[in-house]
């Protein structure tokens, strides 16, 4: 059996063993981050408002810089940090209906178009301004922009993005999204914006899908499900934006040379659940079923990239990386909120 000195290293390895070898390498590892995301939920749910993904990934971070996961884990734990959350961008699909986002009329799809278009040119501009890698500003952008965790999934294999520029950018969106959580309704009140108004605006401008759950609950007076529809209308983009990044990359590759596909297949699995909720009636057993599942994969996949993570490498990232993020969530905060204005 090969040695294994990194966990990108192990990926590698992982396709290249017999099958029943592979599986019994990644039971152990798999097993810790289930075990991990379960901690996660546990604790989540004692301290309202505190997201299980953070705690998945400080409790990965934790466990990694503490020396408590042997070499043996390792391709468990890359498994568990790629796999579900592939399958949770996959489930997501179920929460979007386009009837529920028809309703709301055409000026919500147009300020998601804006919301990502900018939020991605001006992310990825500041980030160049500021030094910050370009695979790491892109991922930051996307995730910023789009829909958090998952966006981050769904671009970081078509830029070959590493382990720690995809923790990172993960671990940003997590942050400052949670940290969305009281700001948004505060300023709301402030600005004296309606709940519809301030649904809008939180929906366009927070990172996660469950905080903007969070928000919308703390806004009250119907902006619950505005507020998500309008996020969903963004998470729709993943797919346009997947594509135009991987045919950027197809461009640019060397001739010859391995190429991602136009859209990742699990991006496809989003699209075509999106297509079922919206054209067929699901019970809402099943629906509340399937978004448990999907934050529990994404829960998993976080403790999973976490336990990828060197504190060392992660500080040596920088300031810079934060800043970026501060302004990136700045920048599509404002448009949101311009936006809200506009066609609530």
Do not use: Y
Request: hydrophobic share 60%; aromatic share 2%.
């Amino acid at each position: 059996m090969p040695a294994t000195g990194s966990s990108t290293a192990t990926q590698s390895q992982i396709p290249r063993t017999p099958v029943p070898g592979t599986v019994l390498r990644i039971v152990p590892g798999l097993a810790v981050a289930l075990a991990g995301a379960l901690a996660a939920v546990g604790t989540a749910a004692l301290i309202p408002g505190l997201s299980p993904l953070l705690v998945a990934i400080v409790l990965g971070i934790a466990a990694r810089n503490m020396g408590l996961l042997p070499e043996r884990l390792a391709p468990g734990l890359a498994f568990a940090g790629r796999v579900p959350l592939r399958l949770g961008i996959v489930v997501l699909g179920l929460q979007l209906s386009l009837k529920d986002l028809a309703s709301l009329g055409w000026g919500v799809p147009a300020l998601a178009v804006c919301v990502v278009v900018v939020g991605i040119l001006a992310t990825v501009l500041l980030g160049r301004l500021l030094r910050v890698p370009r695979r790491q500003a892109l991922l930051v952008a996307c995730g910023f922009s789009i829909c958090g965790a998952a966006a981050v999934a769904g671009v970081e294999s078509v830029v070959d993005a590493d382990e720690e520029e995809t923790v990172t950018a993960v671990a940003l969106v997590v942050l400052f999204g949670t940290l969305m959580i009281p700001i948004v309704p505060v300023l709301a009140g402030l600005i004296g914006l309606d709940s519809r108004v301030g649904a809008v605006w939180a929906g366009a401008s927070v990172h996660e899908v469950a905080q903007v759950v969070a928000v919308g609950g703390l806004l009250g007076g119907g902006a619950l499900g505005v507020a998500v529809t309008v996020k969903l209308a963004r998470v729709l983009m993943l797919a346009p934006v997947a594509a135009v990044l991987s045919w950027r990359q197809r461009r640019s590759g060397p001739a010859g040379g391995r190429r991602p596909p136009l859209v990742p297949l699990f991006v496809l699995g989003f699209v075509a659940l999106v297509a079922v909720r919206s054209l067929m009636p699901l019970p809402a057993g099943a629906l509340g079923a399937a978004s448990g599942v999907q934050a529990f994969l994404l829960t998993t996949a976080m403790f999973g990239l976490g336990a990828g993570v060197r504190i060392r490498s992660l500080v040596a990232r920088g300031g810079r990386t934060l800043a970026l993020a501060a302004c990136s969530t700045l920048v599509v905060g404002t448009v949101g909120l311009v936006g809200a204005l506009a066609i609530a």
